[in-house]
T-cell receptor, first 114, second 112 residues
Framework: DTEVTQTPKHLVMGMTNKKSLKCEQH?????MYWYKQKAKKPPELMFV???????INESVPSRFSPECPNSSLLNLHLHALQPEDSALYLC?????????????FGQGTRLTVV | GQSLEQPSEVTAVEGAIVQINCTYQ??????LSWYQQHDGGAPTFLSY????GLEETGRFSSFLSRSDSYGYLLLQELQMKDSASYFC?????????????FGAGTRLAVHP
């Protein structure tokens, strides 16, 4: 199983809503990532979890709150988002986050903030 | 900081060979990766170079010159399904961990 599964695939939310994005992998990877991708742009790193601890936060606004309940799951909690936060949110995983070369990406959640 | 530069668009015909270049500037460097992303899809890993030279994987090859901070992805025998965006990416150290940072991407259009 080399899959990273993200739910939901699409999400429309109002600026006052609270929602969560979910990501799951069963490859035994110990590093998990959240990326944000706007149309025709590269993925931008948001957070890195390594061994279930937040290791990198790329100065992401607090309206995005990551959580790693266990080594297989990664959540991104959303609250009071702005329309400019509309994007494709990608989850990825890799073996350890300290040196391996390949990251596996999920299909993403396409988020629209209205 | 880090910066990666690659051409924004490349056009080629089926059966041809195309080379996508990438130059990088990073505060630390482990290696250069290449990812493919079709419209609406997820980035998928293609190749990785940590050392100078050419790595070949089927129709795709990747090259790295660490002294020149330069690499390229070579796609041979192009097929229509190769139309996609191609990103070079570097792993850059950050506080004991490392970050995978992507270039802006090159959109490859393959025509019949």
């Amino acid at each position: 199983d080399t899959e990273v599964t993200q739910t939901p695939k699409h999400l429309v939310m109002g600026m006052t809503n609270k929602k969560s994005l979910k990501c799951e992998q069963h490859m035994g990877h110990r590093a998990m990532y959240w990326y944000k991708q706007k149309a025709k742009k590269p993925p931008e790193l948001m957070f890195v979890y390594s061994y279930e601890k937040l290791s990198i936060n790329e100065s992401v606004p607090s309206r995005f709150s990551p959580e790693c309940p266990n080594s297989s799951l990664l959540n991104l909690h959303l609250h009071a988002l702005q329309p400019e936060d509309s994007a494709l949110y990608l989850c990825a995983s890799s073996r350890s986050g300290t040196g391996e070369t390949e990251a596996f990406f999920g299909q993403g959640t396409r988020l629209t903030v209205v | 900081g880090q910066s990666l530069e690659q051409p924004s668009e490349v056009t080629a015909v089926e059966g041809a060979i195309v080379q996508i270049n990438c130059t990088y500037q990073t505060s630390g460097f482990y290696g250069l990766s290449w990812y493919q992303q079709h419209d609406g899809g997820a980035p998928t890993f293609l190749s990785y170079n940590a050392l100078d030279g050419l790595e070949e994987t089927g129709r795709f090859s990747s090259f790295l010159s660490r002294s020149d901070s330069y690499g390229y992805l070579l796609l041979q025998e192009l097929q229509m399904k190769d139309s996609a965006s191609y990103f070079c990416a570097v792993r850059s150290p950050s506080g004991g961990y490392n970050k995978l940072i992507f270039g802006a991407g090159t959109r490859l259009a393959v025509h019949p």
